[in-house]
């Protein structure tokens, strides 16, 4: 396998970052994801995902940013990451690129699990509509059956900026940004999980939601319910977030090598079906400022925190 300097320099800090949390990483594992896509690796966005929890115990994801012009899925199949399937989860991302303008994509992979998602970035003028995405032959049924829950809350607008494919679990992200800032009182947050029959949100959750830049949604294939729901906060640092950062965390963000130049990272607030909570937090080991429009993100997101504590 060649290695380019990118790469290397990159295996290095997966495997630090491996290390901060007792999760083994093998080169078996991480080494044909990096080698499948290394052109892309030196003007990557790149980040990293930690969560608590038991659904993401065990494994620590890593993910970057691959040019329009690749196609992210022929080459997982070509280079052995993923195996090709008659499910619809395997036409899912040509289906989509047919029919909406793709700005870039993402690679998602776990240093245990190896190859996991894929990403589909829309440019901020070219934001899907939910419509659009329904009419898609190989997108789960779901996604209809919940529109009337999320045009409720003026989610079925064109502010679709990211769309997630997991190939392992057989579900997609739906991600929203632009929101409508009644989405984020807490009432709302309240009633848009009673809607689509989830528990009670805790004080902290409501709290996050309030300051979030993004909310997603996970679907499947098999279920007509929404199975998470997640908000996404931007923040310069961990003090400036409305709650105390999870230890597991903070312990996480302090040991492990990250961009320099910049602190920030998303704090994830996510609720399952069960009422289980997750907060997770995405750090980037290389950022890229295109990632600021990409992201729907003006400088007051990031000193919202701020201006508030
Ligand atoms: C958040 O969801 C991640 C993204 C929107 C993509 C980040 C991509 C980069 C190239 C930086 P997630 O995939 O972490 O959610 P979950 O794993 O919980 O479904
Ligand atoms: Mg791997």
């Not at 528990?199 to 319910?225: C, V």
Request: proline share 6%.
């Amino acid at each position: 396998m060649s290695e380019t300097a990118a790469s290397a320099d990159l295996y290095s800090a997966i495997e630090a970052s491996a290390g901060l949390l007792d999760v083994p990483c093998s080169r078996e594992k991480v080494w044909p994801v990096l080698n499948a896509y290394e052109d892309a690796l030196a003007s990557a966005v790149i980040a990293f995902r930690v969560g608590t929890g038991e659904r993401y115990t065990g494994d620590l994801d890593w993910r970057f940013s691959v040019p329009q012009h690749v196609d992210p899925y022929a080459v997982a199949l070509a280079k052995g990451l993923t195996e090709a399937t008659d499910h619809p989860v395997g036409t899912l991302l040509a289906d989509i690129n047919e029919r909406c303008p793709i700005d870039s994509y993402g690679i998602d992979f776990g240093v245990v699990g190896g190859f996991k998602k894929i990403y589909a970035f829309f440019a901020p003028d070219g934001m899907q509509r939910l419509s659009t995405l329904i009419d898609i032959p190989s997108m789960p049924i779901s996604l209809a059956e919940n529109f009337d829950f999320f045009a409720r809350y003026g989610l079925d607008a064109d502010k679709v900026n990211v769309f997630g494919i997991d190939y392992r679990h057989r579900t997609v992200n739906l991600y929203f940004g632009g929101l409508p800032a009644q989405c984020l009182e807490p009432e709302t947050i309240t009633a848009m999980l009673r809607d689509i029959g989830f528990p009670e949100p805790s004080e902290q959750m409501l709290k996050l939601g309030g300051q979030a830049f993004g909310i997603y949604t996970t679907l499947g294939w098999d279920s007509p319910e929404i199975e998470r729901f997640c908000f996404s906060v931007m923040t310069p640092d961990s003090v400036s977030l409305p709650v105390p950062i999870e230890p597991k965390i903070e312990k996480f963000l302090d040991g492990v090598p990250h961009d320099s130049a910049d602190g920030r990272f998303i704090y994830y607030a996510a609720m399952s079906a069960t009422g289980e909570e997750n907060f997770k937090v995405q750090s980037y080991y290389q950022w890229q400022s295109r990632m600021q429009g990409q992201m729907l993100l003006s400088d007051s997101d990031e000193q919202q925190g701020k201006r508030d504590s």
